[in-house]
């Protein structure tokens, strides 16, 4: 495990680099007002494909020891494939025709779910433990539009290295993940059988609401600001879920209950300290927005801070839901997520009304409150056990 996890954590860092520049980049390229309309297209989409996962994205994780893997993959895989057409020609019609908002509109949907089918291929390798291949294909995903962007050094330029990252997401997910399909199995069976996973995943995609609800409450402009800091999760979260990607598949493959204790401990004592440094880092946040972004997006700084703060919280989360996802997900941990998501989501709404700081506050109580069930159900859970 060692020697995957370095692997995919020196992956994972380069890939986390590039995204900053990609990112920051593309905020650059469109302004505040045009990047916050990107950025709220982007968070429906991933609404939207979360509707749809049937909880087989996590499910992946474990394709090495799942007998019914390559039904559920081929399955999931059609279903993407469908929304990869389907999302981007909704957003034209939901922006009324073509115009520069649905090119806007088209890319970030390209790009959302192309992403999301090269994010699904990285899961798959790295539960059949090919993280040399997994962060290949990521580090490749990151360096193609970064590449464009800094040969093309416009809107249009922006918007098609974006585009162009979901289209090479969606080619390296057909080519590799395309040998393990097989007859595919019913939805409504997955879903029966994931249901638990879907809860807990969807409560996750579903605080990808926040940027649209800032900007719907204060506009385009603080919504952009907002989103601009909120995307620096990108790079944190590209390491967080490194760790869970090997974690689970080697947690639910060890059938020794004092093993896996054992191997869940040494990785939660890591966890630990990467969220104890990125606490003690978070002071720094509006910093790195102004450097990254430029000084129109200083505003944000508030929220950047926020940022660092909750992503140290979801990484120990993250670690604690590892091990549910590796060998069962109690009933009460998605309801408990779904309930703190949404009470979240109301709060940053009401007090986005109080400015981004008001936004960031809420951010942070969100993240707190979702933590919270994740880690109390993981300690309950250990307490019966023990009993």
Not at 305 to 316: D, I, P
């Amino acid at each position: 495990m060692i020697k995957r996890f370095s692997i995919s954590v020196g992956g994972r860092i380069v890939a986390a680099i590039l995204q900053i520049f990609v990112v920051a980049l593309t905020a650059r390229s469109l302004g505040v007002e045009e990047f916050g309309i990107f950025a709220s297209v982007s968070s429906i989409a991933l609404v939207t494909l979360a509707l749809f996962d049937l909880g087989a994205g996590i499910r992946v994780l474990r394709i090495s020891t799942d007998p019914d893997g390559g039904g559920t993959l081929a399955t999931l895989a059609i279903l993407r494939l469908i929304l990869f057409v389907t999302i981007p020609i909704a957003a034209i019609a939901i922006v009324g025709g073509w115009s520069a908002n649905a090119l806007l509109a088209i890319a970030a949907c390209v790009y959302v779910v192309g992403e999301s089918l090269g994010d699904l291929l990285v899961g798959i390798l790295q539960g059949m433990k090919r993280s040399g291949v997994a962060m290949t294909t990521l580090v490749l995903r990151r360096a193609l539009p970064l590449a464009i962007m800094l040969i093309w050094s416009s809107p249009l330029g922006a918007l098609t290295a974006v585009a162009s990252a979901g289209v090479l997401g969606l080619a390296t997910f057909v080519a590799l993940s395309a040998p393990l399909w097989k007859r595919p199995r019913s939805p409504l069976r997955i879903l029966r059988e994931n249901w638990s996973l879907v809860a807990s995943g969807g409560a996750a995609n579903l605080a990808q609401l926040d940027v649209p609800l800032v900007t719907l409450v204060a506009g385009a402009e603080v919504g952009g600001l907002y989103a601009a800091a909120v995307r620096l999760f990108n790079p944190i979260n590209l390491l967080i879920s490194t760790l869970m990607q090997i974690v689970v598949p080697e947690l639910s493959s060890i059938s020794e209950p004092d093993h896996r204790m054992s191997v869940f401990v040494k990785a939660r004592r890591a966890v630990i300290i990467f969220a104890l440094t990125l606490a003690a880092a978070s002071p720094l946040a509006p910093l790195a927005l102004s450097i990254f972004y430029g000084s129109e997006f200083s505003g944000g700084g508030p929220a950047a801070v926020a940022v660092f703060l909750s992503a140290a919280v979801s990484a120990v989360a993250q670690l604690y839901l590892s091990w549910f996802y590796a060998i069962g997900v109690p009933t009460r941990v998605p309801i408990g997520m779904l309930i703190a998501t949404i009470a979240g989501l109301a709060l940053i709404t009401a007090l986005t009304n109080l400015g981004i700081t008001g936004s960031a506050i809420g951010l942070f109580t969100m993240h707190c409150s979702a933590a919270g069930v994740i880690v109390l159900s993981w300690h309950a859970m250990r307490g019966k056990q023990v009993k």
